[in-house]
């Protein structure tokens, strides 16, 4: 059974950095074919994709965020990572990874990682 | 991109069956069969219920089901039953990226 468990900071201060750790585990994050995402929620909103990474390092990203947004990828600690730059408080959301078996599916999903924005 | 549309809310008694749309464009939910459902409780992460338009997963209640016409998906929900009330979304592959839908609350009556 694949689990994901998000880590990170909860809070960051405007126009810095935020950045966001997946920890995979029951599984190889480089076995199989698989997308590795980020998808967030803002409080009492939907969810909004963020990005994925593909096992052999190829990203996609929302065009929304794209000029914000950097997924890599560990394989030797079976973790990827988020990192989107200059937050405002329209970034404040849950924050979720997530497996991919195919484009549009998502099959796991961490519990979830709020982050404020705030100063 | 936009979001994938849905109605804001749709309700049902106990028993009965509730239709939850998600419109999108000829660019994403009408170009591929790559159509996603997620059941969410309040404070839980979501769930999968159809994938690729209208396929279950395991362990999936056979009382959901999905299907797709044009630019516009459906779920459908036979056989309602209290623990059914909940936030779904809809999800579409877009050529590159994903988009959600906005959410339906469902509310059993």
């Known amino acids: 059974q694949v689990q994901l468990q998000e880590s990170g900071p909860g809070l960051v201060k405007p126009s810095q950095t935020l950045s966001l750790t997946c920890t995979v585990s029951?599984?190889?994050?480089?076995?199989?074919?698989?997308?590795w995402s980020w998808i967030r929620q803002p409080a009492g909103k939907g969810l909004e994709w963020i990005g994925r990474i593909y096992t052999s390092g190829s990203t996609n990203y929302n065009p929304s965020l794209k000029s914000r947004v950097t997924i890599s990828v560990d394989t030797s600690k079976n973790q990827f990572s988020l990192k989107l730059s200059s937050v405002t408080a329209a970034d404040t959301a849950v924050y979720y990874c997530a497996r991919e078996p195919r484009a549009g599916r998502v099959d796991y999903w961490g519990q979830g990682t709020l982050v404020t924005v705030s100063s | 991109q936009s979001a994938l549309t849905q109605p804001a809310s749709v309700s049902g008694s106990p028993g009965q069956s509730i239709t939850i749309s998600c419109t999108g464009t000829s660019s994403d939910v009408g170009s591929y069969n790559l159509v996603s459902w997620y059941q969410q409780h309040p404070g839980k992460a979501p769930k999968l219920m159809i994938y690729?338009?209208?396929k279950r997963p395991s362990g999936v209640s056979n009382r959901f089901s999905g299907s797709k016409s044009g630019n516009t998906a459906s779920l459908t929900i036979s056989g309602l039953q209290a623990e059914d009330e909940a936030d779904y979304y809809c999800?579409?592959?877009?050529?590159?990226?994903?988009?959600f839908g906005g959410g339906t609350k469902l509310t059993v009556l």
């Open positions: 690729e338009v209208s």
């Open positions: 029951g599984g190889s994050i480089s076995s199989g074919s698989y997308y």
């Open positions: 999800c579409s592959y877009a050529g590159s990226s994903t988009l």
